[in-house]
């Protein structure tokens, strides 16, 4: 599953927390879940099965809120409950693995569950890569079947891993940072997988000259126009608000048309739209607010245009029509498909409202749920955070119904657009 993601620091958002932004690309129609994987203590024997591989589990991991695509065990994006954020995305790079080993979205859930800081997660998941590999294996033609880029970040710093085979490189984010399905970590990394520069030079990828590797130019395979086109679009428009980036703004950014009309935005786009120069689209779309106090994740589905954000919380529980088999039981019309303008201006008009409710609660909300996790009453602000999901949801399906006079109407997450 591809896609593009972005981060934000303290220092470059207005308010001083930490924004991370994901955009989770797939086929139309294609199943996706949102869950909750609980954290828990493990024996030591314990083996956890990923998406093609058995791996030993940890002792100790964290409950994760994550968005699962059609086939896979891992997470395309997701929250733990430390305020840890990762996406991932897919890249084409030189080297391969000689066995199966773990997909992108398996390392993006095992570094949430195994990291309580983005450094953590970090670590875990590069020393993943060195034990157990990643990406495409000879024989195998599968969905799954690429290297990958994990976004991390946490209150406090953020790093990019760009992975090829069973190799890696990382770069710790200063400000602002964007990834896509291209390699973009050049001569600017921080760390490196043991001998990955020797094997460079070995094959005749990089030049022995003393020279520090560059990751993209020597390992990375030919790059897409259109994922470099958004790649750069979202670099700019974070460095031009850099200093005044928030919620609102990122949403915007992951809407994206760059310079295509809104009705047939290519495959330049942020905002990803099936069609036939682009045939993929964007599923589900991740904004989470990491800080001091309870970590917030915002959810969209469709292409995020013109989605609605809804405040969800790795400390409750999801409320069961978020949560079924195949994609999120979520009501919303295929307004688009009515062929009435006026209500086109109406849904907009209420669906915008809807967001400004739910911004205005959820803010409120996480003042008394910092409250609670301060107490120490963890059991309180489950309970709380349960309930107030669970209004977020009411409130979401009410608005809807009312629109399409169809209640109890059911479409899956990726088709949960409505313009």
């Known amino acids: 599953m591809g896609g593009d993601m972005m981060t934000a620091l303290g220092r470059a958002v207005a308010d001083g927390r930490t924004l991370f932004g994901h955009n989770a690309a797939g086929r139309p129609g294609a199943p996706f879940r949102l869950e909750r994987a609980p954290g828990g203590s493990h024996a030591p024997d314990e083996r956890v099965r990923a998406t093609r591989i058995e791996l030993p589990q940890a002792r100790r991991t964290w409950a994760v809120l994550g968005g699962r695509p059609a086939g896979a065990w891992g997470y395309c994006h997701g929250v733990n409950e430390h305020g840890v954020a990762a996406g991932c995305t897919r890249l084409r790079t030189r080297l391969r693995l000689n066995a199966p080993g773990l997909t992108g979205p398996d390392l ?3 570094a949430l569950e195994r990291g309580a800081t983005a450094r953590q997660a970090m670590e875990a998941l590069t020393g993943l890569i060195a034990r157990h590999g990643q990406g495409a294996s000879p024989g195998r033609d599968d969905p ?26 990382c770069q710790e984010v200063g400000e602002v940072r964007a990834a896509g399905d291209v390699c973009t970590v050049r001569q600017d990394w921080d760390a490196i997988a043991p001998g990955l520069a020797g094997r460079a030079i070995e094959y005749g990828w990089w030049p022995e000259d003393g020279s520090k590797l560059d990751f993209a130019g020597a390992l990375g395979g030919e790059a897409d126009p259109g994922a470099l086109r958004r790649w750069g679009q979202a670099t700019r428009l974070l460095e031009e608000q850099s200093g005044h980036i928030d919620v609102p703004f990122l949403r915007r950014v992951l809407g994206d048309h760059f310079e295509d009309s809104a009705d047939e935005p290519g495959p330049q786009a942020l905002c990803g739209h099936a069609s036939a120069s682009r045939p993929s689209c964007t599923v589900a779309s991740l904004v989470a607010v990491l800080g001091a106090g309870v970590p917030l994740a915002w959810w969209a589905f469709g292409p995020p245009c013109a989605a609605v954000y809804l405040p969800l919380l790795p400390a409750g529980e999801l409320p069961p029509a978020l949560a079924g088999e195949g994609g999120p039981d979520l009501r919303l019309a295929r307004l688009s498909a009515a062929g009435d303008p006026a209500l086109h201006g109406q849904a907009r008009a209420a669906l915008e409202g809807l967001q400004a409710l ?20 963890a059991d309180e602000l489950r309970r709380q955070a349960t309930l107030f999901m669970s209004h977020a949801w009411e409130e979401f399906a009410e608005v809807t119904d009312g629109l399409v006079g169809r209640p109890h109407l059911s479409v899956t997450g990726s088709e949960l657009s409505v313009f």
């Open 108 to 110: 993006a859930r095992l």
């Open 358 to 377: 739910l911004d205005a609660e959820a803010a409120e909300f996480l003042a008394e749920a910092a409250a609670l996790r301060e107490r120490g009453q």
């Open 144 to 169: 799954h079947g690429h290297d990958a880029a994990v976004l991390l970040a946490d209150a406090r710093e953020a790093f990019l891993v760009e992975a090829s085979g069973p190799a890696w490189v």
